[in-house]
């Protein structure tokens, strides 16, 4: 082995030996187990959510290959519709092209283009984590099979009642010109208006206090025009005689109704309030209720016009709306038409006021557009029916949520659930399996050859295929079954469906989780008839943050991608990477500044079995993961431990007594075998439970504390003393190898890399052969070789050690002087492990003598330390130079009372407290109380020394 650990001279020569001989493969007799990777967009490269997910992932197909189970851990990418469609069309642009200039099919060319060129970026950075899933089953959501498997589901969906298609409200992007989902729409928090509005009252209606108008609030002015009523609570005393009456819609000239509805808020503003069904989703129920008429403004043309949505008041807004409205408006993009509006407003005597106003504007994840609500014709599922099996299989046990609290994210969307909204007006997709006739009849089948056979419409009835593709959630939610095979029954959707784990974030529970639920148990049915659930156990976690807390996100420049931490980078590239693509200079200059302050140094190559192990050391269920570069610096400290102490067990394991010799244990020998023992049970048992956190913190304890620190150290003496019995010596040897080679099996799910390397040195001297570790048996617990008798007298001996160590280093004793040391109060059990370890503590603990004092009988004036109720003495006379002792402890008692009055006087700074941060007087509350407690620590060792 290289005298240095250099993860970049393993890791990539082994990934590419572990797939080129096809260890991914399900392979094993046992049990099946399977994960499906939530398929990364083909557009993206990794983030820290994609590195933690798979890391996770990646333990637990580890761990269950080694279990024996016959694992499966399914690969695969998503089409990304929106994302992809707007990266091509970016690059049209550039080229001062569209893709109306293309035409549907030519444009889709250049897409496919790009994804065989690109799309395979994301499975080259997963290859890079290590993750063990079976490329040769890598999947596409596009994929021909994929595809049939959509349009199969679409089409049996209709069949059943369960897809229709309607006019309602949807998310609409003026940009892009398509609906979206809610997850796609972003909330934010902006200063705007309120403009307060006059309605004249109709039919000479007058107020309580005698006015002949309303005055209602809205921050969507131009959205007025398809105003449907005004409405006032039913309980609010000043309006309950206008109820029924009317106002006249000003600018339209329409008569709208006066209602009543617990929507309005009496507190807010006058407690008047426009409804515009067709334009806000709030006014959509309230419009429901009273059956409303939906009067859409906006043009039907904007779906396909590249232009900005518009309002047209020319064509199909008076169609739909009685009475004229002026030309001048017709045309104007609705921010303009805001404009004149406030302005024909103010014109005529009605606008009171314009208010400031914070609001949130919902815009465009993609675009960065502002949403528009937007009546229009669209598929939807009917997602109730669906909902109800759904919760059942929650609710009895069929699937788990893991953490438990979860169920009741999910259940409180499941019990609320909406219709979704299926179609989108994309070209890169799933087409809609759909056709349209010239009276615009639909019929809906697997292609158009069977639409016809089906409706036995002949060659002379022309057709046409729906223009719309399918959310890009719908193929992914069929996502664990069709990556199977399915429809058709293949032998891997029999064997390896329903699915074992789900990986997930909160944050897509209702937008991916809920509705693989859903659609898999709807149209996968078992043999007998029942549904089959999608995975038994979904294990949610929560959103990496930066060291801070705060969320990552590229306007923050807080973001961190995990093959810089991998691979390193220079502290230029990182700054560039973070400030590209910004508009705002001063966001810009900002970011650089955070930058180069927290990355002097760029960041170091750590490898990849640190990160995972970090990883998996912060994944605690629930909660949100605090990323510490700290953390993969210690834990690639704890990979350089691991390294050193492979070659020093190389060095030392010959001749352990592999061939039959005799062998002895030792008591280290003992007890080391029973811990491992311990730790072999309480990872198996955290991993089965997902506390990956707890399972990584057993394997460092053990490896770091009691192997590498403790073992390693209690075998030297064995194996250094010459007249030491050559059988115990064997013994000690075979105790070194075998537990590193446990040791190692147990850590390769979380630090793969590392791991196999050393394995393949270590598996021939403990007498194992294979080919790889990854394919070797889970170490399982044996009790027999539990030895609390050992584990008792080596804590025991840890502790006196520790004591004499501290006494040391309190006192300033060099580490290599001898210690004549007295023992105080020793039971006949602290007699008989000071006889039997006596060559033992002396050569470890650097012991010239030890005496065991008498009853009564008294050491000279001494430094104490306990092991149970024995004292440990430690005579101070001739050991330190007194005065040059007494001289360093003035010095830095000195230094301490400075500090705790600098610190103390800020801190009675009545206006430091009262501005500073709650963090930042945390953090200097717990630096005074240190120096504090280090000051009175100091003060009694001067104390003793003084009286020597």
Not at 492 to 513: R, Y
Request: proline fraction near 4%; aromatic fraction near 10%.
């Amino acid at each position: 082995m290289d005298k240095t650990y250099q993860p970049h001279a393993i890791e990539t020569s082994w990934y590419n030996t572990w797939e080129s001989e096809n260890y991914f493969a399900p392979q094993g007799a046992g049990e099946s187990y399977t994960i499906m990777i939530p398929p990364p967009n083909v557009t993206g490269s990794l983030h820290m959510g994609h590195g933690f997910n798979n890391a996770i992932m990646d333990a637990l197909i580890r761990f269950r290959r080694m279990q024996g189970r016959n694992t499966l851990w399914q690969p695969g990418t998503d089409h990304a519709g929106i994302a992809t469609q707007m990266l091509v069309e970016r690059q049209l642009e550039a080229t001062g092209q569209n893709r109306h200039d293309l035409g549907r099919e030519k444009f889709l060319e250049k897409i496919w283009e790009w994804k065989d060129q690109s799309g395979g970026n994301i499975s080259r950075q997963i290859r890079r984590l290590g993750s063990s899933v079976d490329w040769s089953r890598e999947r596409f959501t596009m994929d021909d099979g994929l595809s049939e498997s959509v349009k199969e589901a679409f089409v049996r969906l209709h069949e059943d009642g369960l897809i229709y298609r309607g006019k309602r409200l949807v998310n609409w992007d003026t940009k892009l010109h398509t609906a979206i989902s809610d997850l796609e729409v972003e909330n934010h928090d902006e200063k705007g208006f309120l403009w307060n509005l006059k309605y004249p009252l109709a039919d000479g209606a007058k107020t309580a206090e005698g006015n002949d108008y309303l005055i209602v609030a809205t921050t969507r002015p131009e959205t007025m025009l398809g105003d449907a009523a005004v409405a006032v609570n039913p309980n609010d005393e000043r309006y309950q005689a206008l109820i029924g009456k009317f106002v006249e819609l000003p600018l339209v000239g329409r008569r709208i109704p006066i209602i009543a509805d617990d929507y309005c808020d009496p507190e807010f503003g006058t407690g008047c309030v426009k409804i515009t069904p067709a334009h806000d989703f709030n006014d959509y129920e309230v419009g429901k209720r009273h059956n409303l008429p939906l009067l859409n403004i906006f043009d039907k043309n904007a779906a396909v016009l590249p232009a900005c949505q518009v309002f047209n008041l020319d064509g199909t807004l008076n169609d739909s709306i009685d009475g004229k409205i002026p030309a001048e408006y017709a045309g104007l993009d609705r921010f303009e038409a805001r404009k004149q509006i406030v302005a024909a407003f103010d014109a005529i005597g009605l606008l009171v006021s314009v208010d400031d106003h914070g609001l949130k504007v919902p815009k465009g994840d993609r675009s960065g557009t502002v949403i528009e609500p937007w009546l229009t014709d669209q598929w939807y599922v009917s997602t109730k029916p669906l909902a109800e099996p759904a919760i059942a299989a929650v609710e009895d046990g069929r699937i788990q949520f893991v953490p438990k609290q979860y169920e009741n994210m999910y259940f409180s969307w499941m019990r609320d659930i909406q219709d979704w909204c299926i179609s989108r007006q994309l070209w890169w997709g799933h087409r809609i399996p759909a056709w349209y006739d010239e009276s615009g009849k639909v019929y809906v089948g697997r292609d158009e050859a069977e639409v016809r056979a089906k409706h036995n419409l002949g060659a002379d009835i022309a057709l046409q295929q729906d223009n719309d593709v399918l959310d890009t959630w719908f193929s992914s939610g069929l996502w664990t079954f069709s990556t199977l095979g399915w429809p058709q029954q293949t032998e891997f959707l029999k064997k390896f469906h329903s699915t074992d784990v789900l990986v997930t974030g909160f944050d897509i529970i209702f937008f991916w989780v809920a509705r693989m639920i859903m659609l898999t148990m709807h149209l996968v049915k078992n043999e007998d008839g029942t549904p089959q659930v999608p995975f038994k156990t979904v294990y949610v976690h929560g959103l990496v943050r930066d060291g801070q807390g705060q969320k990552m996100s590229k306007s923050k420049g807080n973001v961190l991608d995990p093959l810089d931490i991998i691979d390193g980078i220079d502290l230029e590239t990182l700054v560039q990477k973070r400030t590209s693509g910004l508009m705002q200079p001063k966001l810009a200059k900002k970011i650089e500044k955070q930058t180069r302050d927290e990355f002097a140094d760029g960041i170091a190559s750590y490898g990849t079995d640190a990160l995972r192990f970090t990883f998996c050391s912060l994944a605690s269920t629930g909660r949100d993961i605090k990323f510490d570069m700290g953390r993969v610096e210690g834990y690639r400290n704890f990979c350089n431990k691991i390294w050193n102490a492979a070659r020093y067990v190389l060095d030392k394991g010959e001749d352990c007594g592999q061939n039959g010799e005799a062998v002895e244990l030792s008591l280290a020998d003992r007890w080391i075998i029973s811990q491992l023992q311990r730790t072999e049970a309480e990872v198996t048992r955290q991993l089965d439970q997902f506390r990956f956190d707890l399972a990584a913190q057993a394997l460092y304890e053990f490896i770091w504390n009691q192997y590498c620190d403790w073992y390693l150290e209690l075998s030297k003496p064995v194996l250094w003393d010459e007249n030491s019995p050559i059988e115990r010596q064997r013994g000690t040897r075979r105790t070194l190898v075998r537990v590193l080679e446990v040791a190692l099996r147990l850590a390769h799910p979380f630090m793969p890399f590392i791991t196999e390397e050393i394995w393949q040195r270590i598996a021939p001297l403990a007498g194992i052969e294979g080919k790889t570790i990854m394919l070797q048996p889970w170490p399982v617990a044996n009790e027999a070789r539990i030895d609390e008798a050992a584990e008792s007298d080596i804590e025991w001996l840890k502790t006196l050690m520790m004591g004499t160590r501290n006494i040391r280093a309190e006192m300033n004793i060099g580490p290599g002087k001898p210690l004549a040391v007295f023992v105080k109060n020793a039971s006949s059990e602290d007699q008989r492990r000071l006889s039997e370890n006596d060559a033992l503590l002396k050569k470890l603990a650097k012991l010239e003598s030890i005496t065991v004092l008498a009853a009564g009988e008294d050491a000279p004036l001494s430094a104490t330390a306990l092991v149970g109720e024995m004292e440990v003495l430690v005579p101070m006379a001739g050991l330190i130079d007194k005065g040059a002792e007494l001289a360093r402890l003035d010095k830095e008692i000195a230094r301490l009372q400075g500090e705790v009055q600098r610190v103390g006087g800020k801190l009675s700074n009545a206006a430091f407290v009262d501005k500073a941060p709650a963090e930042v007087i945390d953090k200097e509350r717990a630096k005074l109380a240190e120096a504090e407690q280090a000051l009175g620590k100091l003060a009694e060792q001067h104390a003793r020394i003084s009286s020597l």
